[in-house]
Structures are given as structure tokens and as C-alpha cells.
């Protein structure tokens, strides 16, 4: 059975007014933890805002896994030191003979305790990213990996809103959005916030507010949360010592302690502590393509 057979469809204004997107059964609802899904551009930093975030749950005492939903498969690799095979490559590997695999086949348990999975992607122009989604927790919950996880964190590729790669907010209770203090990336959470705003008419997904990441300011960020009704929630500055240590396949609480790693720290840990006792549910009012133009882009 190949991924596309298993894909239920929706018709249309099932889930987002005028939308056509998968739609994942009932019993794979999560339950007990609380669930986040971490959006933004691509290549803005979601997999080591994640990771760090994973890593300060745990400080706090949490329970914590991470569910990387990109083909690359490297969501996790700085909280285990190396890339994980994908969950849809495992199913390959039994003929989707789910009852064959055991935890250990695809959950690895990575720095402080993380618990790491790679969702994968289905071949290219072949199937759906909500497929793969589903088919994860489906495992997660099949061998009861859930019933003991305090928290749960989804790193979703790139800024792609459609059905596929929006599945993981059917799961979330917050989306937290990752942007830096610069135009494509804003326009990308503007794009973002109306994808989420779409699924919380059906879902429980709100959104958290917004991180900002890579960026030494963060005025263009806070003047379009301003004008929408968003929220920033962090700032991580643009320091060195971030991308080494991605470099050193390592997240910042394994660094060393210098003092622009330890205030990164110390942010990502107020972050946790945040998010964990719950942030009130934000439903900013995205922007047209012309406004934020008008409102960001060059004269």
C-alpha cells in the first residue's frame, strides 16, 4: 500500500472555507500533553528554535518529544548528534506493516531526555505531508509514547500553508511562529497567521505569538505585530554562537558557557516557562499582499 491510497479526502469547506486538505481521524487526537507547532520561512531557524526550546522544557522538569516534519530529517540532529531515518522510510521498510516496528525503530532519545522523531516526507509529487503527520502519531500512539509526554513539539517545513504541511495544527493547541526582523520573513508569518486562523475555525490551535530570530532589532517585527494584533514572545539575537552550534551538531545548553550562550539560554528557558503555563490565544487579522507592501517594503 503506498501512501496515496491511505489519504482520505475532504470536500470542499470541511476544514477552511473553500479548502481541500487531509484531514486526520478523531482517535488520533493527542491527549494529557501540551502540543505546539513551530512554523516560519524557510531557513529562519525553526529546527534550532525548536530544538532549544525541547531542551528547556526538559530543564523545567518536562516530558518532552520532538516530531520534525521535513523530508531533510534534521529537525533533531542537534539533540542526538546525528540524523535519524525518517518514519515513512521505516514504513518502507515493512510494506507499511505498522505492527511490526517497535519504538526503538523510530524514536531516538536525545539530549536531557528529548525524545526525537523524524516524521520524513512522502517521495516527491507523490503523496502528502499530512499523511506522513498522521501516520506518525498513529505510531506514537500505538506503542503508547504519548501517555507519558508532558510536552510535544512539531517543526513544520518552510512556510508551506497547504492542507499537507498544516496537518500538525489539527494536533496543536498554540502555533508559534519563527521570523526575523526583515520582510520575506514577515511576509511569510503574515501568510502563516491566515493558515491558522483557517484551522482554528475547526480546531483547537490558537496562536502563541511570534519569535524573533537571527535578528539584532526586532522594530519591523513588533510595528506589523502591532498593526495585525500579534504578539512577539522572544528575541533571539543574531549571535555566533548559534551557528556553531549547529556546526557542532549540538544545542545551546551543551555549549559552553560563555555570556552570549547563556543569555540565550536563560531566554529560551522564559520562553518554556511561557508557553508551559499557557498564553492567551491571539487571532490577529492577517494583511493583504498590498498593505503589508505598503506597511514593509521598499519606497
Same mark, same amino acid.
Given at each position: ?85 525518517t518514519v ?126 537571527r535578528s539584532r ?18 528575541? *533571539?539575537? #543574531?549571535?555566533?554562537? %548559534?551557528? +556553531?552550534? =549547529?556546526?557542532?551538531?549540538?544545542? $545551546?545548553? @551543551? *555549549?559552553? #558557557?560563555?555570556?552570549? %550562550?547563556? +543569555?540565550? =539560554?536563560?531566554?529560551?528557558?522564559? $520562553?518554556? @516557562? ?26
Amino acid at each position: 500500500m503506498s501512501p496515496r491510497d491511505e489519504i482520505p479526502a475532504l470536500t470542499k469547506g470541511q476544514d477552511g472555507e473553500g479548502s481541500v486538505q487531509v484531514h486526520q481521524d478523531a482517535s488520533m487526537k493527542i491527549e494529557g500533553a501540551k502540543v505546539f507547532s513551530i512554523y516560519g520561512k524557510g531557513g529562519i531557524g525553526k529546527s534550532t528554535t525548536s530544538s532549544n526550546l525541547s531542551v528547556a522544557f526538559s530543564k523545567l522538569g518536562k516530558r518532552v518529544l520532538q516530531i520534525g516534519c521535513d523530508p531533510k530529517h534534521d529537525s533533531t540532529f542537534t539533540l542526538t548528534g546525528h540524523l535519524q531515518p525518517t518514519v515513512i522510510d521505516i514504513l518502507k521498510e515493512v510494506d507499511f506493516h505498522s505492527e511490526e516496528l517497535r519504538a526503538e525503530d523510530f524514536v531516538t532519545e536525545g539530549f536531557n531526555g528529548v525524545m526525537c522523531v523524524e516524521a520524513g516526507g512522502p517521495p516527491a509529487g507523490t503523496g502528502c505531508g499530512g499523511y506522513v503527520v498522521g501516520q506518525t502519531v498513529k505510531l506514537l500512539k500505538q506503542h503508547h509514547l504519548l501517555e507519558e509526554t508532558d510536552v510535544v513539539i512539531f517543526d513544520v517545513l518552510g512556510d508551506v500553508v497547504c492542507g499537507g504541511f498544516a496537518a500538525p495544527l489539527q494536533h496543536a493547541d498554540r502555533a508559534v511562529i519563527v521570523t526575523a526582523n526583515d520582510f520575506d520573513s514577515i511576509y511569510a508569518m503574515n501568510r502563516i497567521i491566515a493558515a491558522v486562523q483557517a484551522k482554528s475555525a475547526n480546531y483547537k490551535v490558537r496562536l502563541a505569538g511570534c519569535i524573533a530570530n537571527r535578528s539584532r532589532d526586532t522594530d519591523e517585527v513588533d510595528r506589523f505585530c502591532d498593526v495585525v494584533g500579534f504578539r512577539r514572545i522572544a528575541h *533571539m539575537p #543574531d549571535i555566533d554562537a %548559534i551557528r +556553531r552550534s =549547529r556546526l557542532k551538531k549540538k544545542t $545551546l545548553f @551543551e *555549549m559552553d #558557557d560563555e555570556e552570549d %550562550i547563556v +543569555r540565550a =539560554r536563560a531566554e529560551y528557558i522564559r $520562553l518554556a @516557562e511561557t508557553l508551559y503555563a499557557g498564553t492567551e490565544p491571539l487571532a490577529p487579522a492577517p494583511m493583504e499582499d498590498r498593505a503589508i507592501f505598503e506597511l514593509l517594503g521598499f519606497d
